[in-house]
């Protein structure tokens, strides 16, 4: 029998095939998976994911839908950070003075700015364990049956938004980008805050509901602009 | 259990009525517009999400705004989005200009694969309310429907009181999932295994799928909703995907300006309504963290 070195462990090669047929099979099924929470695209890919509706659950419309709906996530993360508009600080549209998105994710000073998302005592970002047990809970059904569905395209689209975004920055284009007017007031364009679109929710101080005519009712959540001119 | 039973023949009989006197008027100038879903244009539906909004939504303000009108306008339309292949859903959008509200239905007809589950409404169910984008004319992608004013406030203030609630088996869901969640909190509140949990249940809306719970010893307002029919057994095997929990020591406000951006804090009188609906409508249940231990249930206990 003859035997090859693998990693400091010694195989018979026929052996070594199967380890290696089992191991594609095992890696054939994982059709999506999250970097960890503790990694920039990790943490940013638990927001996105955590923020849509997946099948099944309310206000689901389709993946196209929730997909789009991260993008804007992630546009209005970015526009927090890069495109705050004249007259405002950033700790009044974002609630935190920095150039880091996970600070932008998780605010500062008590005002947590996504429920989930924050930075814990000794320092470290961490979510709220409901947030990763749906996070496994949809990585389970992502990676049970025989092929990817629509969960392992969503999954997979989260963490490929989120880690584009720590390589790159953003690409593509922002839908709300050009808006200049809600009904009578002028606003800034770029969205700054989205919110799950439960009752009537709304955040407060110079927001602006994008109304649903400008597609600001997305994927289960509703996104605001900024007045122009500040209060 | 449904409390309403004994009174649905009574109701459905002023329905009737209220439907002789509902007028429907084609969008001007739009013959070519797409006819909305029959359901959304009968009155007994658009009172249903009338009283939705009444008790979910509106205030006082806004009901004095609308008093002296002689009829009630609804704007219906249907909506039709891109969906994912094989999703025969029909969605559906009602604004009511005189309180500026609009309202967006869904009918959800879809396949989930990974799970083998049909997701499969039998009413159209609200997906969404939003205020102050109600056009100043009808849109001619809508039909209006016009209902008495005064039958419908008459309805609403009979019903205002109304309490639909839940079945035994969704009661037990909804008691498990309790549990599931007191064992998972460490049921902070009593700090000690074993004690009786007390929650609130809100009555259930006919036209959404989704309910309000105070866990009162637990401090919290759970958000339960789903695409799923709450009553389906199939929704609360995947229990994950539809409960928010708001923490009410840590996540109200008096106002959103207190923390503005964030979509953490609900604001107290967000939370003022759901404890009105919850305590004063609701049923009472005692819920032991263990599974094999009694509980019980108590309806409209608080009134």
């Known amino acids: 029998m003859r035997f090859t070195r693998f990693s400091g462990c010694k195989l018979s090669l026929p052996l070594l095939a199967a380890a290696v047929m089992a191991a594609t099979a095992e890696a054939g ?39 789009e709906a991260m993008r804007e996530i992630l546009w209005v993360l970015d526009s927090r950070i890069h495109r705050i508009p004249k007259g405002y600080t950033q700790r009044q549209v974002a609630g935190v003075r920095s150039k880091n998105v996970i600070d932008v994710i998780t605010g500062g000073g008590g005002r947590r700015q996504c429920e989930g998302f924050y930075q814990n005592a000794a320092g470290q970002f961490v979510t709220d364990a409901r947030v990763e047990e749906r996070l496994d809970y949809l990585l389970k059904i992502a990676n049970s049956g025989e092929k990817p569905g629509r969960f392992a395209a969503l999954l997979n689209h989260g963490q490929g938004l989120a880690r584009a975004y720590a390589e ?59 007045r122009k001119s500040p209060k | 259990m449904n409390m309403r039973q004994p009174n649905l023949f009574v109701y459905s009989t002023v329905l009737a009525v209220l439907l002789a006197a509902c007028r429907t008027a084609p969008p001007p100038g739009a013959a070519s517009a797409p006819v909305p879903p029959p359901e959304l244009l009968q009155s007994s539906y658009l009172f249903e999400v009338a009283r939705h909004l009444y008790r979910w939504h509106l205030d006082e303000s806004e009901v004095e705004s609308v008093v002296g009108a002689k ?31 609009s309202v967006r239905v869904k009918k959800a007809d879809y396949a989930i694969e990974e799970l083998g589950a049909t997701v499969k409404s039998q009413d159209f169910k609200i997906i ?31 019903t205002r009181n109304q309490q639909d609630y839940a079945g035994p088996a969704l009661l037990e869901r909804l008691r498990e999932a309790l549990r599931k969640q007191a064992a998972k909190e460490r049921v902070v509140a009593t700090n000690a295994a074993g004690v009786e949990q007390i929650i609130h249940l809100a009555p259930l809306s006919p036209v959404a799928n989704e309910t309000w719970v105070f866990w009162e010893t637990g401090r919290k307002l759970l958000y339960f909703a789903s695409d799923i029919d709450l009553a389906n057994p199939a929704v609360w095997e995947h229990e994950a995907l539809m409960v928010r929990i708001y923490d009410l020591d840590q996540q109200v406000v008096v106002s959103h300006e207190e923390a503005p951006g964030s979509n953490r804090f609900l604001t107290r009188d967000q939370v003022g309504r759901a404890l009105f609906n919850c305590l004063v409508f609701g049923q009472r249940m005692t819920v032991m963290p263990s599974a094999a231990s009694g509980s019980g249930v108590t309806q409209g206990a608080n009134r």
């Open chain 1, 168 to 226: 790159g920055g953003m690409e593509g284009a922002d839908r709300f980008a050009s808006l200049r007017r809600v009904g009578p007031i002028l606003v800034t364009g770029h969205a700054y805050s989205w919110m799950t679109d439960v009752g009537t929710f709304h955040p407060g101080g110079n927001f602006v509901t994008i109304p649903p005519s400008d597609g600001g009712a997305l994927g289960g959540n509703r996104f605001f602009t900024l």
């Open chain 1, 29 to 67: 099924t994982l059709f999506a998976r999250v970097e960890g929470a503790d990694t920039m695209p990790g943490y940013l890919a638990r927001l996105l994911i955590n923020e849509v509706p997946f099948p099944g659950e309310r206000a689901y419309e389709s993946e196209t839908s929730t997909k």
């Open chain 2, 128 to 158: 969404q309310v939003a205020r102050g984008h109600v056009p100043a004319r009808r849109p001619s992608s809508c039909v209006a429907v016009e209902v008495d004013f005064n039958e419908m406030r008459d309805y609403l203030f009979r």
């Open chain 2, 71 to 101: 009829r009630s306008e609804f704007w219906v339309r249907g909506l039709h989005p891109e969906l994912d292949p094989g999703d025969l859903s029909l969605m559906g959008e009602i604004l009511m200009p005189q309180l500026n509200l």
